[in-house]
């Protein structure tokens, strides 16, 4: 009886061996394949691939080193789809350099539908009468035209731009030369609730127009960071009937808190009072837009070189914000040889009527006017003499 059971133990034992090493056997064999497989596979994406990097360099204009970088984005077994994208932007007047920057930015145009996705846009902006550079330049400055949807993301966003600026040709000027293209197809995000906060604190709609074109940026964000900003601006008295308000923003928005306190305290180190600065900004806002190097440098001339008080200043801030070598030193130059000759006295001229001109209009007042008494004007408006030679050059020349 032990004897029996000792064979049948032997025997289960053998059977469970056999098994064993049969599993084995098939385990090893189906891993052999399935490395086999994978191996195949990593040749295929590797040799897809290859083609995807050699197509991008020498039929989209792409380096190596961006191709490869591209190729990871978007890859394609064979050229019959990038094809038809390419000559249909060919066609359409796109430059190498264009068609380049497009599939660098947005790679997954190379395999869109040609027929289908991208030529109803590209017909869409034939449409509008505008120059064709104008077209290939906003959609080469801003490929995601090409992939969103026309009748749910682009007609929408494209009419409402219309009705605000005015125009076809605006709306591609705003398009062209603004950095903001993407965030100014978000319609109902960005667009409509911020436009609509204009309207609601009574900005005129050329205001709003103004705005969009110029400083598309204050549109293009939270529509609660644009609230706040609009509350800033008006808590300081700014008239949001002014076209000042729209440089109001646009200061605030640039600002920190930390660089609004050290402009402050520039000018308050000119004697200026806070409720002083504040006029100044609500009548040019750009004066906070100074840099405290250019803010000493300017109030420094108009004080110790013109000898005048930084009230006097602050009452004409826009002043501030001219070029010191290309516009203020040239003029006051004139002056105060005009004022040395006894030609004009200080009550013939204001800081504004010496600098808002333009520069004929101001050498006709200033310079040919006075010519025969003073010929030596135009010469010394014309040298621009540096500021640091300013007390030497006019006393040299009528001492």
């Known amino acids: 009886m032990f004897v ?10 053998s059977n469970r061996e056999r098994v064993l090493v049969n599993s084995n056997a098939h385990l090893g064999l189906r891993q052999f394949y399935t490395a086999k497989s994978s191996s195949a596979g990593v040749r295929d994406d590797e040799q897809e691939r290859s083609f995807t990097v050699n197509y991008l360099v020498n039929s989209c204009f792409l380096t190596l080193e961006a191709a490869k970088s591209v190729s990871k984005k978007v890859h394609f077994e064979n050229p019959k789809k990038p094809d038809l994208v390419l000559n249909l932007l060919k066609d359409h007047g796109f430059t190498s350099k264009q068609i380049s920057t497009i599939i660098r930015v947005r790679p997954q145009v190379l395999v869109s539908d040609a027929e289908k996705i991208l030529l109803p846009k590209l017909e869409f902006f034939r449409s509008k009468h505008v120059s064709n550079s104008d077209v290939t330049m906003v959609v080469a400055g801003n490929p995601n035209i090409l992939c969103v949807n026309l009748e749910k993301n682009f007609f929408p966003c494209y009419d409402f731009l219309k009705s605000v600026v005015g125009s076809d ?38 205001s709003i127009s103004l705005l969009l074109l110029h400083k598309p940026f204050l549109i293009c964000q939270a529509t609660e960071k644009l609230d706040k900003i609009i509350r800033e601006v008006l808590n300081m008295g700014v008239n949001p009937l002014k076209m000042v308000f729209i440089d109001a923003l646009g200061v605030i928005h640039s600002l920190s808190k930390l660089s609004w306190e ?9 004697g200026l009072s806070d409720d002083q600065i504040l006029a100044a900004f609500r009548k ?8 405290v190097k250019k803010i000493s440098r300017v109030m420094g001339f108009f004080v110790n070189e013109m000898g005048w ?13 001219y070029s010191l070598e290309k516009r203020i030193i040239p003029r006051f130059l004139v002056l105060k040889a005009l004022l040395l000759k006894g030609i004009i006295a ?9 600098l808002l001109p333009d520069e004929k209009r101001f050498l006709d007042r200033f310079v040919i006017k006075y010519q025969k008494q003073a010929p ?7 040298e621009k003499v540096g500021h640091q030679k300013l007390g030497s050059r006019y006393e040299e020349v009528y001492s």
């Open 346 to 354: 200080e009550k013939d001229f204001s800081i504004c009527t010496i």
């Open 262 to 270: 050290r402009k402050m305290e520039a000018y308050r180190s000119w």
């Open 376 to 382: 030596q004007l135009m010469s010394i408006f014309r």
């Open 284 to 291: 040019s806002p750009k004066l906070m837009a100074l840099s």
């Open 4 to 13: 029996q059971i000792c064979k049948r133990s032997l025997l289960s034992i």
């Open 309 to 321: 008080t930084s009230s006097v200043v602050a009452e004409a801030p826009i002043a501030l914000s």
């Open 169 to 206: 040709q605006r709306v591609f000027n705003l398009l062209r030369r603004s950095r903001w293209h993407s965030s100014l197809l978000y319609l109902e995000k960005f667009l409509l609730p911020n436009v609509s906060l204009m309207r609601e604190i009574g900005l005129p709609e050329s």
